[in-house]
């Protein structure tokens, strides 16, 4: 049985990101996407001339 008691707890403790906070943490993902996207442009391009 799911224990609800537990999924609770963890939303009292849990606290909504200021401002600051959000907008690193979405440079920071902004950021990986791109790099993830980088790389991924970079491996089709090697496989596109072998």
Known sequence: MIDI???L???RVAKKP???EFSKIAK???AGMIGIGLIGVG???VFGFI
């Open 43 to 45: 491996i089709s391009f």
């Open 5 to 7: 008691g537990k999924y």
């Open 28 to 30: 920071i993902t902004a």
């Open 9 to 11: 707890k963890i939303l």
């Open 18 to 20: 200021d401002n600051e």
